[in-house]
C-alpha cells in the first residue's frame, strides 16, 4: 500500500456489463491502472474489441446473464480458477425501463428486480468466499441517483430496485465487514451511455462522463479496510444535498 491506496498490481476485479457504457469505462481504466479482470457480459464476444490489445495474461472475458440464476456463479467459478484469487467486484450491469405506480402489466418491474438486485445479489453472494480469502475484498455497486430520492412517475419502478440496491451495498458491509470486506454505492445522475440516448430533457454533454464514474470505481477500489466509504452519490445538475 502506497501512501494510503491499495496497488492495483495483483489483484483481480470481476465487471459485469463491461460490453458498453459505465462497465466499459471502467474496464478500461482499471486495466490501465494494472489490474487483472475478469469480464462479464451477455454476449461475451462483444468484449472482443475491448480487449485486443490488452495482455491476456491479465484478462478473462467470461457469460454472464443477471436473469440466470446460476450465471453468476459460473463466472466465478471459472474467474477463482483462471487467476487464483478474487479481490473484488464491481457490479454494474443494469436496465432501465419506465415503470410509474399506476402500471399494471408489471413485467418490466420484473426484469429491473431481476437484472438490478438479484443479478448482483447472487454475483456477490457466489463471490464472496473469495472476497473474505482476499482480506480486503472490494463490492463496488453501480446504484443511481434513484437509488437516494424518485424524481419523476416513469422512473418509480426502476427507482424502486435501486434503492434495493443501495440496501444491498448496505447489507454486504454489514455481512463483510469483519473479513475485510467495504462496499461503496456509485449513485450517478445522467451518465452519457446507451441508456440515457433517448433522453431530451437534458443536453448530452453536460452529462457525467462515463469516464468519471471510473474514476469513483477505481477509488473506491484503491481506499484501505481503514478509510470506507459507503455511498459515493455524483450529480450533473443542482439538486438540494445530492
Ligand atoms: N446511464 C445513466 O444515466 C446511469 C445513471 C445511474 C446509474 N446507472 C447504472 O449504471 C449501470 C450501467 O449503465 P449504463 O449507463 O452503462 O447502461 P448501458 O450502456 O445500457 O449498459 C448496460 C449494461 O448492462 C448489461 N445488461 C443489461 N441487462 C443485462 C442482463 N440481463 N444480464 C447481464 N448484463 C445485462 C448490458 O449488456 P448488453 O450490452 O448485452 O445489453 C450492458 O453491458 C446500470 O446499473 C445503470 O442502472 C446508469
Known amino acids: 500500500m502506497a501512501e494510503g491506496r491499495l496497488a492495483a498490481e495483483g489483484r483481480v476485479i470481476m465487471i459485469s456489463g463491461a460490453n458498453r457504457g459505465i462497465g466499459r469505462a471502467v474496464a478500461e481504466k482499471l486495466y490501465t491502472e494494472g489490474f487483472a479482470l475478469s469480464l462479464g457480459a451477455r454476449q461475451v464476444d462483444r468484449l472482443g474489441p475491448l480487449v485486443l490489445d490488452w495482455d491476456p495474461a491479465r484478462v478473462l472475458c467470461h457469460d454472464f446473464e443477471a436473469r440466470d440464476r446460476g ?33 399494471e402489466n408489471e413485467s418490466l418491474l420484473d426484469e429491473m428486480w431481476e437484472v438490478n438486485v438479484k443479478g448482483p445479489l447472487r454475483l456477490i453472494r457466489a463471490v464472496f468466499p473469495h472476497l473474505k480469502r482476499a482480506g480486503s475484498g472490494r463490492v463496488v455497486n453501480i446504484v443511481s441517483l434513484s437509488g437516494k430520492r424518485v424524481k419523476g412517475r416513469a422512473v418509480g419502478g426502476y427507482a424502486m430496485t435501486k434503492h434495493a440496491a443501495a440496501a444491498l451495498t448496505n447489507a454486504v458491509r454489514y455481512s463483510g465487514w469483519e473479513d475485510g470486506i467495504r462496499g461503496t454505492s456509485i449513485c450517478p445522475g445522467y451518465v452519457a451511455t446507451d441508456m440515457t440516448a433517448d433522453v431530451t430533457s437534458f443536453e448530452r454533454d453536460k452529462m457525467i462522463p462515463a469516464a468519471s464514474v471510473a474514476e469513483l470505481v477505481s477509488l473506491a477500489l484503491s481506499l484501505p479496510n481503514e478509510a470506507s466509504v459507503a455511498e459515493i452519490p455524483v450529480n450533473c445538475v443542482l439538486e438540494p444535498l445530492i
Do not use: K, L, Q
Not at 459460473?74 to 402500471?103: K, L, Q, T, Y
Open 71 to 103: 450465471s453468476a456463479s459460473a463466472w466465478v467459478a471459472a474467474s477463482a480458477e483462471r487467476f487464483g484469487r478474487i479481490d473484488g467486484v464491481v457490479a454494474n450491469a443494469g436496465v432501465m425501463h419506465p415503470f410509474g405506480v399506476e402500471e
